[in-house]
């Protein structure tokens, strides 16, 4: 059992994917994608209390809405575009010291690296833990893509104005970060692989020969 009353689970999610739309809800492993991810993490120990899903208030979202819901998962909802501002609300209704943050179209987790970031981060505290560097729009890797983590301090998330954020800034969530806070790189753990994240139905159909 995970148990750290401090950090809480937030899986970003919504249907709107110009690329493969409606790909979080997609079957997989006898469940859809998300809950796949859901389950994963829940058979790893993390206690549903401290998991949640953070989506939009489109209309489109209202489906996956009452799925988590059906589900029995906390759902956050918040500003289509502006990402960052959805963090923000979590932080403050959850009261999460610390948020992992996973997306909800990256099922094949590694609770090993998820637990190594986390230990590294309440460590040293940082504002930002992550498995990747963005620097303008340049990203270095240090997990294959879609095993990425951030682990977020919910002081420094909130301590942002999103208003001053840019578009990219605002979607992405954590490029700000690189640039007016400590950021910790998790570059320490091996993981090898092929890519594992899914944007197109390409990818889609890599998902189950992996």
């Known amino acids: 059992m995970f148990e750290n009353e401090d950090v809480g689970f937030v899986i970003q999610s919504r249907l709107g994917s110009t690329r493969l739309p409606g790909k979080a809800l997609l079957y997989y492993g006898g469940t ?33 809405t009452e799925y988590i819901e059906h589900l029995g998962y906390n759902v956050i909802r918040g500003d289509e575009e502006n990402v960052f501002s959805r963090y923000q609300k979590v932080a403050s209704e959850t009261g999460f010291k610390h948020i992992v943050r996973l997306t909800g179209d990256n099922p094949l987790i590694n609770f090993y690296l998820i637990e ?29 893509k879609g095993l990425s983590v951030d682990v ?18 605002a979607e992405h969530v954590i490029p700000t970060f690189f640039e007016n806070f400590e950021v910790q790189l998790i570059k320490d753990f091996a993981v090898e692989g092929e890519d594992r994240s899914i944007d197109t139905i390409d990818d889609y159909a890599r998902l189950f020969k992996i």
């Open 32 to 64: 859809t994608i998300i809950g796949y991810l859901i389950k994963s993490l829940i058979n790893c120990g993390v206690d549903k209390k401290y998991l949640c899903i953070a989506t939009s208030t489109s209309p489109i979202d209202d489906l996956l």
């Open 116 to 144: 190594h970031c986390i230990k590294k981060h309440l460590q040293s505290n940082p504002a930002l833990t992550t498995t990747r560097e963005i620097k303008g729009d340049q990203i270095t890797r240090y997990v294959p």
């Open 152 to 169: 977020i301090t919910s002081n420094a998330l909130l301590s942002v104005d999103d208003k001053k954020l840019n578009s990219y800034e």
